[in-house]
């Protein structure tokens, strides 16, 4: 059974920087695309940042462009872990950041309990 078990989220002034972490347990996940969403109050979820595997040993990295700059996403495949380090933190980045872990061919879609995020001004 695959489980998501986030960490890292908590309160911050502007300008502030958090780690997430997420670990993932219940197979391997290196040929899986692992990235974060977010959600603030009254909107929808979005996405914020991925990175999946593109072949040659590398995996690439893309972001939503309101975090380009600011916000670095990369994965430790022996620990199943994917991180999401954001710097410069604004409040508009105030949210519920969920893990997400898919993998499209295999029809697999996985996500995390959330964990908040709260960037004081």
């Known amino acids: 059974q695959v489980q998501l078990v986030e960490s890292g989220g908590g309160l911050v002034q502007a300008g502030g920087s958090l780690r997430l972490s997420c670990v993932a347990s219940?197979?391997?996940?290196?040929?899986?695309?692992m990235g974060w969403f977010r959600q603030a109050p009254g909107k929808e979820r979005e996405f914020v940042a991925t990175?999946?595997?593109?072949?040659?040993?590398?995996?690439?990295?893309d972001y939503i462009d309101s975090v380009k700059g600011r916000f670095t996403i990369f994965r430790d495949n022996v620990k199943n872990t994917v991180y999401l380090q954001m710097n410069s933190l604004k409040p508009e980045d105030t949210a519920v950041y969920y893990c997400?872990?898919?993998?499209?061919?295999?029809?697999?879609?996985?996500w995390g309990q959330g964990t908040q995020v709260t960037v004081s001004s």
């Open positions: 990175t999946r595997w593109s072949g040659h040993s590398t995996y690439y990295a």
């Open positions: 219940g197979r391997t996940f290196s040929n899986y695309a």
């Open positions: 997400n872990v898919r993998h499209s061919d295999y029809g697999e879609n996985y």
